[in-house]
């Protein structure tokens, strides 16, 4: 007996239902992009193992999805390191390319090889997916889409408020009420390293205190203490875990905490005009909020950073996140390229709204009406109305054989059809149509055009 097939765990199928709300999510994303002037991209599923690894950190290194060599390449592997023992090695001379990571990384590439081809500042928009070995969970898959929009080669902070006014616009539209859009700043962080004297530690530190929202305070000290944090930097470190009040007050206690670190400061002004500035544009939908401990663990951040948070009552990690990186095009050579980035978690969005039923009933398109087949001459007068009523863009189908009326009728059912239509003798020499009504339960014999008007 022949095994049931399974897909690979982290992933999953999708029926037509679950594709039309997707692409709800995704159009309005994109109408929004495109509205706010981003230009679409697209890069390949896989990338050059060396472009990938080494640019999210250690965690997310282990969390690339290589791709085994095949054929005379396989010769390369190096076999001496198997024998040693060094498997990490080893695995790594069997695979010269991996599935992305994220859609940002590949963007940098993109911007550097196609460098004299742009326009600066460049600002595109990627709406593909994207491969993590993680362990699945809810809302966290192993293949997923992301919606990236990117601005590179500007230093300019009103692409920051753009960007919050983007988040806004986009929940707006997808009538997700009570999002609200977490923001700092990396400087601030590196601020906080350095007055409490583990600057070296910075990559530790961040990646610790990224996990508050997973392993809570204790946790987050335990794992600064087992990443060589000093018990006496984390102490310094423990205002922060208090801070409460408005955005003004957060900024107020900020400043106190890092008056010795010029780089800290310049942190806090950063985000000070970003929130002066939206307070003069009021967000429709979405709340911002300075959350002193967002961290963002990939290492290429340095400037201000966001993380979306679903409605409250949802579980839901984030659903959404970025920031700006000043020198992520370095690492390919083309230095003095800052940008900012934000994405949008497809996904959970989905998750987010199917919970609070807030998806359009009219989302999932659906045949208007379905022709009973009686046989080839009653199929052939049928065709020729199903031909005219697609031309003006009214969805219609045949039953493609002339099955009991049991069956056809059931299918149309099954499917939520709302109108069959019926033709035999009679009707073709009347030139007419019998059309019933699914929900309501009522039949009436009408012309074409009369059908063509119900259907409309």
């Excluded at 592997?77 to 040693?84: K, P, R």
């Excluded at 080893?90 to 695979?95: V, Y």
């Excluded at 800290?264 to 911002?288: C, D, H, R, Y």
Aim: contains cysteine; hydrophobic residues 40%.
């Amino acid at each position: 007996m022949a095994q049931k097939p399974k897909i690979p765990q982290g992933t999953r199928d999708f029926s037509p239902v679950e594709v039309a709300k997707r692409s709800y999510i995704m159009n309005t994303i994109k109408e929004q992009f495109q509205l706010f002037g981003f230009h679409p991209i697209e890069t390949p599923s896989f990338e050059n193992s060396d472009t990938l690894l080494g640019k999210y950190g250690e965690e997310g290194d282990r969390l690339i999805f290589k791709i085994l060599n095949s054929g005379d390449k396989v010769k390369k592997a190096d076999l001496s390191a198997l024998a040693e023992g060094n498997l990490a090695k080893f695995s790594n001379s069997l695979s010269e390319k991996a599935l992305k990571y994220d859609l940002t990384v590949p963007f940098a590439r993109y911007v550097v090889q196609h460098q004299n081809e742009l326009e600066f500042p460049f600002k595109r928009y990627q709406i593909q997916p994207v491969w993590r070995a993680d362990r699945p969970q809810k809302g966290r898959f192993r293949e997923f889409y992301q919606c990236d929009a990117d601005v590179v080669g500007s230093n300019s902070l009103w692409q920051e408020v753009e960007f919050v006014q983007l988040y806004d616009a986009v929940f707006t539209q997808l009538k997700l009420e009570g999002v609200t859009i977490k923001m700092n700043n990396r400087k601030i962080l590196s601020g906080i390293a350095e007055v409490i004297g583990a600057s070296d530690k910075l990559i530790d530190f961040t990646v610790a205190l990224d996990k508050l929202d997973k392993i809570g305070e204790d946790g987050v000290k335990k794992e600064m203490l087992n990443k060589g944090i000093s018990e006496e930097a984390i102490a310094k470190v423990q205002p922060l875990f208090n801070f409460d009040g408005d955005a003004s007050t957060k900024i107020e206690q900020l400043k106190t905490l890092l008056a010795s670190s010029e780089e800290g400061l310049k942190g806090v002004e950063e985000l000070q005009f970003i929130l002066n500035a939206v307070s003069e544009m009021p967000l429709q939908t979405a709340t911002l909020d300075l959350d002193v401990t967002l961290a963002r663990g990939l290492n290429y951040y340095t400037g201000a950073i966001f993380e979306v948070g679903a409605p409250e009552g949802v579980k839901m990690g984030s659903i959404g996140g970025g920031g700006r990186y000043d020198d992520l095009t370095g690492v390919f050579g083309l230095k003095n390229m800052s940008g900012i980035g934000i994405s949008f978690g497809l996904d959970r969005i989905y998750l987010v709204i199917e919970e609070l039923e807030l998806f359009p009933e009219t989302v999932a398109p659906n045949t208007k009406a379905l022709f009973i087949n009686f046989g080839d001459e009653e199929a052939m007068y049928c065709m020729k109305a199903v031909r005219a009523l697609r031309t003006n863009g009214i969805t219609a189908e045949l039953y493609p054989s002339s099955a009991k009326m049991k069956k056809q009728m059931g299918h149309a059912n099954k499917r939520n059809i709302p109108f069959v239509i019926l033709a035999g003798t009679s009707e073709i020499e009347k030139n007419s149509f019998t059309v019933k009504n699914m929900t309501e339960g009522t039949q009436e014999e009408m012309s074409y055009k009369e059908l063509e008007k119900l259907l409309s």
